[in-house]
């Protein structure tokens, strides 16, 4: 009993190890494989399109709603003690610092992360990337490389939209609704939001993030168990993996930029 | 000795493979000779995928050699083996055309992808073999909107684009009506000639294969078990072949999943 649940340890272990070098392998391979830009331009505008362009509406409502529930809550404590002034920098930075590339990888894992996954081991599943190879192609170069740098270059550029529309949406109800002063709300807002600070270490954020979840849905995908089984498997294990790593992550960075 | 090197396609030299604990071919040798059609045929579950994914260079055997025109598959460098991928070409089974481009597009994929040559003359080609594949007019569908057998003739057109020396052919009869089945059955034996290919054809199906191969290879067991020329597997010595040929249900391999005796295992709830 007890060896047989220490075989059982060891062969985990050994598979998520085997697991992280593939994943490493075959991001390397993606990553670092020379590009080439006449025949990889184009399939890289056609990614940043699926990718990119198609999260934009999710991004904007979630952005629009996330603010101003912001800015509802961040009102009804400030009032209290007359401090309904600083609601500006209370939703700015809240938004800036987590909630705008947090919440933006979360959703991204979802729809565009899922879909990756999906779509990859579906290509593996009906033999695509294997007919590939065979046809001296490289499926590295040509699949998950424009998907890749797809989603790190979107999903930073989609944070942002997510946090300028949350900022429109703190106004919306701070200062269209519940009356807050529009001035204090935009000049609290520039006094107190630095752009190293919150700004770009928000973006920086949110690139480390684009890594994590394209990595993430992209080996799952690469590494599905070909089987319509497996996929739907693999498709759930990248919203629970890269849900959970950006959280982690999250964590990690915020404690060394506003830590110390 | 030179020139029956050179006669030689593959020449797969005492391979021995196993996927996890499996042992799939333990020591199996085999020859595909250069011009002609050879065929690999077997029950079901022996691994002939796996065979071609070897010669293709994309499983590693544990032992033995495979000689793609003298040259050692396993041995070569990822560049190399790419390189070497170019002559060669597979059919799979499920066709596997790129879900996300026109038939076209997908018969011009590698021309694109491994020439720089003008669009018009990449037009040409790509209806040159979409002709021979009887498929011209479909030029515009997508994978998704074409039959089975539409389909592997369309996967067929894209494998012969770049003109190979040697082409694969995973089990193209599987799940084919018999008009498409006929049509494929032309179209192995017609291309093989017409265009002086090597044809590798691994599957089941006897009566077609038969039909059109040069010589035959019956594996199972992880062994080659019979082998010759169509006519001189008909008249082979071991039952394991003639079950095959003839198709009996029960032979030299039972019916029966290896079992307890039956009146024993009835006999145990009482």
Same mark, same amino acid.
């Given at each position: 009993?007890?060896?047989?649940?220490?075989?059982?340890?060891?062969?985990?272990?050994?598979?998520?190890?085997?697991?992280?070098?593939?994943?490493?392998?075959?991001?390397?391979?993606?990553?670092?494989?020379?590009?080439?830009?006449?025949?990889?331009?184009?399939?890289l505008?056609?990614?940043?399109?699926?990718?990119?362009?198609?999260?934009?509406?999710? #991004? +904007?409502?979630?952005?629009?709603?996330?603010?101003?529930?912001?800015?509802?809550?961040?009102? $009804?404590v400030?009032?209290?003690?007359?401090?309904?002034g600083? +609601?500006?920098?209370?939703?700015?930075?809240?938004?800036?610092?987590? +909630?705008?590339?947090?919440?933006?990888a979360?959703?991204?894992?979802?729809?565009?992360g899922?879909?990756?996954?999906?779509?990859?081991?579906?290509?593996?599943?009906?033999?695509?990337?294997?007919?590939?190879?065979?046809?001296?192609?490289?499926?590295?170069?040509?699949?998950?490389?424009?998907?890749?740098?797809?989603?790190?270059?979107?999903?930073?550029? +989609?944070?942002?939209?997510?946090?300028?529309?949350?900022?429109?949406?703190?106004?919306?109800?701070?200062?269209?609704?519940?009356?807050?002063?529009?001035?204090?709300?935009?000049?609290?807002?520039?006094?107190?939001?630095?752009?190293?600070?919150?700004?770009?270490?928000?973006? #920086?954020?949110?690139?480390?993030?684009?890594?994590?979840?394209?990595?993430?849905?992209?080996?799952?995908?690469?590494?599905?168990?070909?089987?319509?089984?497996?996929?739907?498997?693999?498709?759930t294990?990248?919203?629970?993996?890269?849900?959970?790593?950006?959280?982690?992550?999250?964590?990690?960075? $915020?404690?060394?930029?506003?830590?110390? | 000795?030179?020139?029956?090197?050179?006669?030689?396609?593959?020449?797969?030299?005492?391979?021995?493979?196993?996927?996890?604990?499996?042992?799939?071919?333990?020591?199996?040798?085999?020859?595909?000779?250069?011009?002609?059609?050879?065929?690999?045929?077997?029950?079901?579950g022996?691994?002939?995928?796996?065979?071609?994914?070897?010669?293709?260079?994309?499983?590693?055997?544990?032992?033995? !050699?495979?000689?793609?025109?003298?040259?050692?598959?396993?041995?070569?460098?990822?560049?190399?083996?790419?390189?070497?991928?170019?002559?060669?070409?597979?059919?799979?089974?499920?066709?596997?055309?790129?879900?996300?481009?026109?038939?076209?597009?997908?018969?011009?994929?590698?021309?694109?992808?491994?020439?720089?040559?003008?669009?018009?003359?990449?037009?040409?080609?790509?209806?040159?073999?979409?002709e021979?594949?009887?498929?011209?007019?479909?030029? !515009?569908?997508?994978?998704?909107?074409?039959?089975?057998?539409?389909?592997?003739?369309?996967?067929?057109?894209?494998? &012969?684009?770049?003109?190979?020396?040697?082409?694969?052919?995973?089990?193209?009869?599987?799940?084919?009506?018999? &008009?498409?089945?006929?049509?494929?059955?032309?179209?192995?034996?017609?291309?093989?000639?017409?265009?002086?290919?090597?044809?590798?054809?691994?599957?089941?199906d006897?009566?077609?294969v038969?039909?059109?191969?040069?010589?035959?290879?019956?594996?199972?067991?992880?062994?080659?078990?019979?082998?010759?020329?169509?006519?001189?597997?008909?008249?082979?010595?071991s039952?394991?072949?003639?079950?095959?040929?003839?198709?009996?249900?029960?032979?030299?391999?039972?019916?029966?999943?290896?079992?307890?005796?039956?009146?024993?295992?009835?006999?145990?709830?009482?």
């Open positions: 009993m007890f060896v047989s649940r220490l075989q059982r340890l060891g062969a985990d272990t050994i598979q998520t190890v085997a697991g992280l070098g593939r994943a490493a392998l075959m991001l390397f391979g993606a990553v670092f494989g020379k590009p080439d830009v006449r025949k990889g331009f184009p399939l505008i056609k990614q940043l399109y699926v990718v990119g362009v198609l999260s934009l509406l999710i #991004i +904007l409502v979630s952005g629009l709603f996330i603010g101003m529930v912001l800015g509802l809550q961040g009102y $009804t400030l009032v209290k003690f007359g401090a309904e600083m +609601l500006g920098p209370l939703v700015a930075l809240s938004l800036l610092r987590e +909630l705008g590339p947090v919440v933006t979360l959703l991204f894992a979802g729809r565009a899922s879909a990756l996954t999906a779509e990859i081991g579906l290509m593996k599943a009906t033999e695509q990337i294997s007919s590939m190879e065979m046809m001296a192609v490289d499926p590295l170069r040509r699949i998950i490389a424009p998907r890749f740098w797809a989603g790190v270059i979107s999903m930073p550029l +989609l944070a942002i939209v997510f946090t300028a529309v949350g900022i429109l949406g703190g106004h919306l109800v701070g200062v269209d609704w519940l009356g807050v002063d529009a001035g204090s709300y935009w000049s609290a807002m520039q006094a107190n939001v630095d752009l190293h600070q919150d700004v770009f270490n928000g973006i #920086i954020k949110s690139i480390v993030f684009a890594f994590v979840v394209m990595a993430i849905a992209l080996h799952k995908g690469f590494d599905a168990v070909p089987t319509s089984e497996g996929i739907a498997k693999a498709t294990e990248t919203v629970v993996t890269a849900s959970l790593a950006v959280l982690a992550f999250d964590f990690v960075l $915020t404690a060394l930029m506003f830590g110390g | 000795m030179e020139r029956i090197l050179s006669d030689l396609m593959v020449d797969i030299q005492n391979l021995t493979f196993s996927r996890g604990e499996r042992l799939i071919y333990d020591n199996m040798s085999m020859q595909v000779k250069r011009g002609q059609v050879t065929a690999i045929m077997g029950p079901s022996i691994g002939k995928t796996t065979l071609l994914k070897l010669i293709g260079g994309q499983l590693k055997p544990e032992q033995g !050699d495979i000689l793609y025109q003298g040259k050692s598959i396993p041995k070569m460098s990822r560049a190399e083996l790419y390189q070497t991928r170019k002559s060669m070409s597979m059919l799979f089974q499920s066709g596997a055309l790129f879900s996300e481009m026109t038939v076209f597009d997908n018969v011009a994929f590698p021309i694109r992808e491994h020439t720089k040559l003008p669009e018009t003359l990449i037009r040409t080609m790509v209806l040159m073999k979409l021979a594949v009887g498929l011209r007019g479909a030029r !515009d569908l997508m994978p998704s909107e074409l039959s089975g057998g539409m389909a592997r003739r369309a996967a067929l057109a894209r494998a &012969i684009a770049l003109d190979p020396q040697l082409i694969m052919y995973d089990e193209p009869f599987a799940g084919q009506d018999p &008009i498409s089945m006929g049509i494929v059955v032309k179209l192995i034996r017609e291309l093989n000639n017409a265009l002086g290919l090597t044809s590798i054809v691994v599957s089941h006897v009566p077609e038969m039909s059109i191969a040069d010589y035959v290879y019956v594996v199972a067991e992880k062994h080659v078990i019979g082998e010759g020329t169509p006519e001189q597997l008909r008249q082979h010595a039952p394991l072949v003639q079950q095959f040929l003839k198709g009996e249900a029960d032979g030299a391999v039972p019916f029966h999943y290896k079992a307890a005796p039956y009146a024993d295992e009835l006999m145990e709830l009482l």
